[in-house]
């Protein structure tokens, strides 16, 4: 067959991947931000025939055919990055029989409603039968995908292709090693309390509107919403949402999860999608990659003084005369306080929840923690890594959905997601010395227009390691992230960082 | 083949297809409602890969072979009644080649810009070649889908199966016979002027809810919204959603487009969803007796004197101390003005566009009348008809968009909606006396559960002239239609309707 007319059939084929993707995506935000209460049910039914759809059309032959014509052709780096990863794509959706896939979206559905239960009884063991079957399913599933390799990797690659189990392990360990001489320099210090000042929800919403705007999200091709969680959905060309959650209460909370929103919306916006259409190639490299757009954005900018300059200046505007000045907001954005909640963490003991559930997962793999032992196991862990002592296992290992929806292998993204946007943020220092100058006049364009050279671009041409050695030299490493915790922390609590050996 | 087997694979593709259309309807909603700018080719994208999806289903073959095994069985009513409304539309859909579909799609796009740029530049002459095409187009589906039928019977039979058009003629001309007197009673009379205070959009955004939920719309199983084009969409079971339009200038245009599409909602809402999924029942039995419900809300109760009392009662504590009283809503309510535009027009001379409409399109099916000479035909039915002249062509022929849609035939069900409502109110002031104290006191749910037997619970079971003629004794009649336009508008301009002959 003609390679160029298997191309075009090609592209034809995955562009309708693509757009049934994309009604997916239409499907769940509407859930999350419109759906009435009584329509659950019909969403369900939806949502299950569009994801049928598309899996009958990844799994069609005549795609491996196609893949297989096209992988034995001379192609150029674009379409030869596509075939790659459409071949992922199909390999596992081929391999995984569709008895195999029923009994993972049952006991998905279990899990999760099981994970409800079991959180609002504060009783582990109405999840643990779930839990255990979830972790059965994705060893079988694993194995059908690729026997040679262990379980944990092939989970990587759902999350975060061109990673892997040992790499992670040596990156968490030394990662490790390194926050501990921070958290003891700050730890035991007084944290700074929030302001106790209630703002209006109508002043929040137009503060959180004039930073979305000035970091540069179109909302011509965009919205801006609300729903319990926050979260990002790209749906396609000239259509990406963010979502955000207000709390009178906490200024911070909000602008927080609308930054970290934003960040991922302006990847979303700069991916090639008119020209990469059809190639599967206009998304995120990785999740983790997806991941260092929100914290770049959320952390590295977000919670700089420079910015503060900016937001305090701004603030009164939005807020009235009982708005936070620069010097309040940093300290309310920077406060270090190891608890037992992942997403209350600060950026310096975040990462170690992360290595908690890292550590934890593997070891549920390799059988050395059973499921039965995981509240003493989780609690444990918390002890010796954070110090402290959940209350309950609610607020322990219930606390996060992810393996209640089996998704094992997840976690590693939320690091690597730090330790890519601090590499990017060296990087930055280096070819834009004077940036912080720009984000303290409220400025962000320049550095909106690097990232998108740098990273948004180039969608899912290479792996994330790859494309981040590309940029700033190397895959992922933790110096730069310490780096930059010593700095904005260090200098904050008023230490320094003890010269290296 | 076991009947019990063929039907359950009826009903599970059936079901199908009643998915993929809530799909389109929920990317049709967005499209209102939400979508950025930007994003307008990729939901066109989606929009025709689901509606290609819904095509091919329809068209499969095996589907044909589950109906005729069905057709010849022994069926229930409901079982029989499934079978003949989707033997409907399988033939509809496979009998039109997909060349055809093709160019009628394309016609479609072209005819709907073309529209827009004659609208813009008043020039008929820009949209007369799209037009003659979109006729010629319906001329040969129709024929395709039943030669043995006039073309506009076959049209008739997409959005108001069980009328034709030999009985459509008669009822216009009788109606059009009974309007005359009292156009001639009551034209000349000087119009009430509307009340010149501006209402704050919040104000009215509280009194419109207010009223929505009074009249019974289940908000937990549906939403409303606002747009630029007032719109109702049933999404499948629970998800029912209605949009409306707020003028500061004008109370009674918010309110009217408000009640009108509160009427298609509580119709979708009441349909048996749930007991009738996969059978293609649980739609409205016709777009006229649709249009039925919206028209009862509307105008048989929400412009009635009782209405009106209590909307006086209420409107203080949503509008304030300017809200009008119940006097002044009822004229303001109860204009009749004759004038060129029918989507402002009364409750009187409605149903004269709706005829002059009829007879155009008859004219330009038969050939009677040249697409090229229709600017001269429009002006002309509507000097004899209404007495006006339109200001150009943009406020006359050019001012619908059904045409650019290549929708001939579809306004009749506009007046068959007046009909049915008049007939419906007849029936229930005969078994309910007293429903306008209920109204007047604000209590709808008896009315509302009244429908719901008669007409909502009965879904499309029959055609609608056979569920009117069970409900009230008659398909359709315009005696009870000219009896009330008497009551209301005789009384407001105090004057009577002559003896009959």
Known sequence: MDIERAWDEYVATVSELETLGSIEGLLA????????????????????????????????????????????????????????????QYRRATRVSAELVAAFTHAQAEGFQQWISARQHADFSLFAPSLKRLLELTIEQAQAIDSTRSVYDVQLDIFDPGTNTAALREMFESLHQGLLPLLDAIQGQTPIEQHGTIFSVEGQRSLNLAVVEAFGLDLSSGRLDYSEHPFTVGLGQGDVRITTRLDTHSLMAGLSATMHETGHALYEQGLPRATWQGTGLAQAASLGLHE??????????????????????????????????????????????????????????????????????????????????????????????????????????????????????????YTLGNLYAASLASKLKEEMPTHMESVQKGEFSDILIWLREQIHSHGRLMEAPELMRSVVGEGYSVEHLLDHLWDRHGGLYGVQRPASD
Chains 1, 2 share one sequence.
Do not use: C
């Not at 954005?297 to 300059?309: K, T």
């Not at 550590?359 to 509240?375: R, T, Y």
């Open 29 to 88: 935000w509407d859930q999350q931000v419109n759906l009435p209460v009584g329509g659950g049910a019909n969403r369900a039914r939806q949502a299950a025939l569009i994801s049928r759809t598309r899996h009958l059309r990844l799994t069609d032959p005549r795609l491996g055919e196609l893949l297989e014509i096209l992988s034995e052709a001379e192609l150029g780096p674009v379409q030869s990055a596509s075939v790659r990863v459409m071949n992922r």
């Open 292 to 413: 260092s757009q929100s914290r770049f954005w959320e952390n590295y900018i977000g919670r700089s003084r420079a910015f503060m300059e900016w937001l305090g200046s701004i603030a009164p505007v939005h807020l009235g005369s009982k708005a936070p000045d620069a010097d309040l907001l940093f300290q309310m954005a920077n406060r270090v306080h190891a608890g037992a909640i992942r997403i209350h963490a600060d950026e310096v003991s975040y990462n170690l929840h992360i290595i908690a559930r890292f550590e934890l997962e593997l070891g549920m793999m390799s059988g050395d923690i059973e499921v039965d032992s995981l509240p003493e196991a989780w609690n444990e862990k918390y002890r010796k890594m954070l110090g402290v002592q959940p209350h309950g296992v609610t607020a322990g290992l219930l606390q996060d959905v992810h393996w209640a929806h089996g998704m094992f292998g997840y976690f590693p993204s």
